[in-house]
């Protein structure tokens, strides 16, 4: 198996670095940024919840305009299940295969998109009760009826099965026990974020146990991490540098905003201010000070250096057990192209070639 590599788009420019915009459509964006990760050699890109965006007719846009990209759709479970099973198959078919349903559950709840479910163990106890209902209706021939403490169907049925067989592979996200014990049972991908590697290998552990306490196969992990490059370390943290300035100076960020507040709801966002207490910097070039200023609301901690350090740092994750990797730049284009010329050639060379010497060793 080779090393995944997952970026981002987004329906227009945006990171970190600059203040926020109203929410609009640039295709053009779309379409550069997409083409520039498919001839990257990237294998898909996530397609996020945020802004308010349809991350499936996004995912369908950009999948019509690419020949190879895959898409990995945040999708938040709380709607109607029969609905999701049939559009995300229909896409399916018409990406012949190319996506992948990634589930939020979600720090908290949020009522601007109707969820007022605000208790973290029922929001996942209904993110069970959905991903049980979208595989079923997915792999099932004959209408079933499902009671359950959130949905009630009677006769469930889809004609409309996906294109990849036996269903649309399905990834997972989350922190806590509860996301551990839901996203165990029902995903094949299960994605953590940038942590030092002692913290990282103890979550793998974590995630490894709860499968195989629910007599399930381990999921595959996905590590999400930003990355900065320099062609030297000096020019590589000078930029990180002015990158952390843009952030601390952005309005949108900060203790008192939304995104600030996410951080104290979230164990991930915790578990990242944490390690970022004992030092701003881990390991090799795991760097923690772009997650505090940003309220680590998500993957807010970032890789610092030379090609040569950062595709070390990618590596040393691999050996803990990292098969895909989730990278995103504050510049998404020229940080897109970049990470296809340096990076992910590397990476998968020289895991290719570990692999090859313990075969033959």
Do not use: C
């Not at 913290?199 to 595959?220: E, G, L």
């Amino acid at each position: 198996m080779t090393i995944e590599f997952v970026g981002m788009i987004n329906p227009s420019e945006w990171t970190e670095t600059r203040p926020a915009a109203r929410a609009q459509f640039d295709i053009a964006h779309i379409l550069r940024l997409s083409r520039a990760h498919e001839e990257a050699g990237f294998d898909r890109v996530l397609v996020t919840t945020g802004g308010g965006v349809d991350g499936l007719q996004l995912a369908a846009f950009a999948a019509a305009h690419t020949d190879r990209l895959g898409f990995m759709i945040a999708h938040r479970p709380g709607s109607a299940p029969s609905v999701a099973a049939r559009t995300f198959a229909t896409l399916d078919h018409l990406s012949q295969g190319r996506i992948r349903l990634h589930a939020v559950t979600g720090i908290t709840e949020e009522p601007e998109d109707g969820d007022t479910l605000s208790d973290k163990a029922s929001r996942y106890a209904r993110t069970d009760e959905y991903l049980e209902i979208v595989r079923r209706l997915w792999t099932e021939d004959a209408p079933f009826d499902f009671e359950g403490r959130f949905y009630k169907l009677r006769g469930a049925f889809s004609p409309v099965k996906p294109f990849q067989k036996p269903q649309i592979p399905v990834s997972f996200g989350g922190s806590s026990e509860h996301a551990y014990q839901v996203g165990v049972k029902h995903a094949d991908l299960y994605g953590i974020w940038g942590e030092p590697l002692e913290d990282t290998r103890q979550q793998i552990a974590a995630i490894h146990a709860a499968a195989k306490a629910a007599d399930r196969p381990a999921p595959r992990i996905s590590l999400s991490v930003r990355l900065i490059l320099g062609a030297t370390e000096d020019v590589a943290w000078d930029r990180a540098h002015r990158i952390l300035a843009a952030i601390e100076a952005n309005p949108q960020f900060g203790p008192d905003t939304p995104f600030g507040k996410r951080a104290a709801k979230g164990t991930g966002g915790q578990r990242l201010l944490a390690a970022a207490a004992r030092g701003d910097r881990h390991d090799r070039a795991l760097w923690m000070p772009t997650a505090v200023a940003s309220g680590a609301y998500g993957d807010t901690t970032a890789l610092v250096g030379t090609p040569e350090t950062v595709v070390a740092a990618l590596l040393d994750y691999v050996e803990l057990g990292v098969t895909t990797f989730i990278n995103r730049g504050y510049d998404p284009y020229y940080d897109a192209v970049d990470y296809g010329r340096w990076l992910i050639p590397a990476v998968r060379a020289e895991v290719a070639g570990r692999r090859l010497s313990r075969r033959l060793g």
